[in-house]
Protein backbone atom coordinates (compact mmCIF):
# COMPACT_ATOMS: atom_id res chain seq x y z
CA UNK A 1 0.00 0.00 0.00
CA UNK A 2 1.03 3.44 -0.60
CA UNK A 3 1.94 5.52 1.83
CA UNK A 4 0.40 8.73 3.13
CA UNK A 5 3.63 10.49 4.01
CA UNK A 6 7.04 12.03 3.11
CA UNK A 7 9.46 13.91 3.54
CA UNK A 8 11.31 17.70 2.02
CA UNK A 9 13.84 20.13 2.65
CA UNK A 10 13.86 23.26 0.74
CA UNK A 11 17.67 23.26 0.45
CA UNK A 12 20.19 26.16 1.20
CA UNK A 13 20.08 27.93 -2.73
CA UNK A 14 16.23 28.06 -2.52
CA UNK A 15 16.07 29.82 1.18
CA UNK A 16 18.96 32.08 0.15
CA UNK A 17 17.16 33.19 -2.93
CA UNK A 18 14.37 33.55 -0.47
CA UNK A 19 11.80 31.11 -2.17
CA UNK A 20 10.89 29.62 0.89
CA UNK A 21 7.03 31.05 0.57
CA UNK A 22 6.66 30.32 -3.29
CA UNK A 23 7.63 26.63 -2.38
CA UNK A 24 5.17 26.48 0.60
CA UNK A 25 2.28 27.75 -1.27
CA UNK A 26 2.76 25.21 -4.58
CA UNK A 27 3.40 22.23 -1.45
CA UNK A 28 -0.05 23.60 0.03
CA UNK A 29 -1.66 24.27 -3.31
CA UNK A 30 -0.84 20.30 -4.60
CA UNK A 31 -3.05 19.13 -1.63
CA UNK A 32 -0.04 18.09 1.02
CA UNK A 33 -0.80 18.84 4.43
CA UNK A 34 2.23 20.11 6.83
CA UNK A 35 2.79 17.44 9.68
CA UNK A 36 5.88 18.72 11.14
CA UNK A 37 8.35 21.59 10.41
CA UNK A 38 11.12 23.44 11.21
CA UNK A 39 14.27 25.98 10.34
CA UNK A 40 17.41 24.51 11.45
CA UNK A 41 20.67 24.49 9.84
CA UNK A 42 22.82 21.11 8.99
CA UNK A 43 26.50 20.63 10.40
CA UNK A 44 28.73 19.11 7.86
CA UNK A 45 28.64 16.11 9.93
CA UNK A 46 25.25 16.05 9.82
CA UNK A 47 24.81 16.59 6.37
CA UNK A 48 27.24 13.77 5.46
CA UNK A 49 24.87 11.44 7.73
CA UNK A 50 21.55 12.46 5.70
CA UNK A 51 23.02 11.81 2.71
CA UNK A 52 25.23 8.49 3.66
CA UNK A 53 23.87 6.52 0.72
CA UNK A 54 25.76 9.12 -1.54
CA UNK A 55 29.26 8.84 0.53
CA UNK A 56 30.72 6.86 -2.40
CA UNK A 57 29.26 8.98 -5.42
CA UNK A 58 31.71 11.72 -7.22
CA UNK A 59 29.40 14.35 -5.90
CA UNK A 60 29.47 13.20 -2.46
CA UNK A 61 31.83 16.48 -1.61
CA UNK A 62 30.13 19.12 -3.30
CA UNK A 63 26.76 17.76 -1.94
CA UNK A 64 27.69 17.77 1.75
CA UNK A 65 29.27 21.37 1.54
CA UNK A 66 26.00 22.92 -0.34
CA UNK A 67 23.58 21.39 2.07
CA UNK A 68 25.26 22.64 5.20
CA UNK A 69 26.04 25.90 3.71
CA UNK A 70 22.93 27.89 4.78
CA UNK A 71 19.46 27.06 6.62
CA UNK A 72 16.75 24.73 5.40
CA UNK A 73 12.95 24.16 5.76
CA UNK A 74 12.80 20.45 6.84
CA UNK A 75 9.24 19.19 6.74
CA UNK A 76 7.27 16.24 6.87
CA UNK A 77 4.17 15.86 4.45
CA UNK A 78 0.97 14.07 4.11
CA UNK A 79 -1.76 13.02 1.28
CA UNK A 80 -2.86 10.22 -0.79
CA UNK A 81 0.25 8.96 -2.27
CA UNK A 82 2.26 11.33 -0.98
CA UNK A 83 6.24 9.93 -2.25
CA UNK A 84 4.89 9.26 -5.90
CA UNK A 85 2.71 12.55 -6.11
CA UNK A 86 5.48 14.66 -4.35
CA UNK A 87 8.53 13.73 -6.41
CA UNK A 88 5.89 14.63 -9.88
CA UNK A 89 5.48 17.84 -7.88
CA UNK A 90 9.14 18.31 -7.69
CA UNK A 91 10.24 17.57 -10.97
CA UNK A 92 13.78 15.56 -12.21
CA UNK A 93 16.43 15.41 -10.64
CA UNK A 94 18.45 17.73 -12.91
CA UNK A 95 16.28 20.96 -13.58
CA UNK A 96 17.00 20.89 -17.10
CA UNK A 97 14.68 18.15 -17.34
CA UNK A 98 12.50 18.93 -14.74
CA UNK A 99 8.73 19.48 -17.01
CA UNK A 100 6.93 22.54 -16.71
CA UNK A 101 5.05 23.42 -13.69
CA UNK A 102 7.49 21.40 -11.14
CA UNK A 103 9.12 23.13 -8.32
CA UNK A 104 12.84 22.54 -9.94
CA UNK A 105 11.62 23.71 -12.99
CA UNK A 106 10.87 27.04 -11.27
CA UNK A 107 13.23 27.03 -8.75
CA UNK A 108 16.62 25.19 -9.14
CA UNK A 109 19.35 26.02 -10.83
CA UNK A 110 21.30 23.14 -11.51
CA UNK A 111 21.90 19.54 -10.58
CA UNK A 112 22.82 19.89 -7.40
CA UNK A 113 21.50 23.20 -6.55
CA UNK A 114 17.82 21.95 -6.70
CA UNK A 115 16.09 24.05 -4.37
CA UNK A 116 14.13 21.03 -2.91
CA UNK A 117 14.51 17.03 -1.80
CA UNK A 118 11.69 14.71 -1.44
CA UNK A 119 11.57 11.36 -0.46
CA UNK A 120 12.39 8.58 -2.62
CA UNK A 121 10.40 5.56 -0.88
CA UNK A 122 8.28 4.83 2.11
CA UNK A 123 11.11 3.38 4.04
CA UNK A 124 13.79 6.77 3.56
CA UNK A 125 10.41 8.83 4.01
CA UNK A 126 10.31 7.52 7.53
CA UNK A 127 13.66 7.25 8.17
CA UNK A 128 14.60 11.21 7.20
CA UNK A 129 11.54 12.47 9.17
CA UNK A 130 13.00 10.52 12.15
CA UNK A 131 16.53 12.46 11.42
CA UNK A 132 14.35 15.53 11.93
CA UNK A 133 11.62 15.59 13.80
CA UNK A 134 10.27 13.59 17.63
CA UNK A 135 7.04 12.27 17.64
CA UNK A 136 6.43 15.44 19.86
CA UNK A 137 7.09 17.74 16.84
CA UNK A 138 4.71 16.26 14.83
CA UNK A 139 0.54 17.16 14.30
P1 LIG B 1 16.98 13.31 -5.92
O1 LIG B 1 16.34 12.10 -5.28
O2 LIG B 1 16.21 13.81 -7.12
O3 LIG B 1 17.25 14.43 -4.93
O4 LIG B 1 18.39 12.86 -6.51
P2 LIG B 1 19.54 11.87 -5.96
O5 LIG B 1 19.05 11.04 -4.83
O6 LIG B 1 20.09 11.18 -7.16
O7 LIG B 1 20.67 12.87 -5.46
C1 LIG B 1 20.57 13.52 -4.21
C2 LIG B 1 21.02 14.94 -4.36
O8 LIG B 1 22.42 14.96 -4.70
C3 LIG B 1 20.37 15.73 -5.51
O9 LIG B 1 19.11 16.24 -5.20
C4 LIG B 1 21.39 16.82 -5.76
O10 LIG B 1 21.30 17.88 -4.79
C5 LIG B 1 22.70 16.07 -5.53
N1 LIG B 1 23.25 15.57 -6.80
C6 LIG B 1 22.80 14.54 -7.57
N2 LIG B 1 23.56 14.40 -8.68
C7 LIG B 1 24.52 15.36 -8.60
C8 LIG B 1 25.62 15.73 -9.44
O11 LIG B 1 25.87 15.14 -10.51
N3 LIG B 1 26.39 16.79 -9.01
C9 LIG B 1 26.15 17.45 -7.85
N4 LIG B 1 26.95 18.47 -7.48
N5 LIG B 1 25.13 17.12 -7.02
C10 LIG B 1 24.33 16.11 -7.40
Known amino acids: MASNRTFTMIKPDAVAANNIGPILSMITEAGFKVVAMKYTKLSHEQAGNF???HRDRPFFGELVEFM???PIV???LEKDN????FRKLIG???????????????FATSIGENAVHGSD????????????FSQLERF
Open 82 to 85: AIED
Open 92 to 106: ATNPAQAEEGTIRKR
Open 121 to 132: SDDNAKIEGDFF
Open 51 to 53: YDV
Open 68 to 70: SRG
Open 74 to 76: AAI
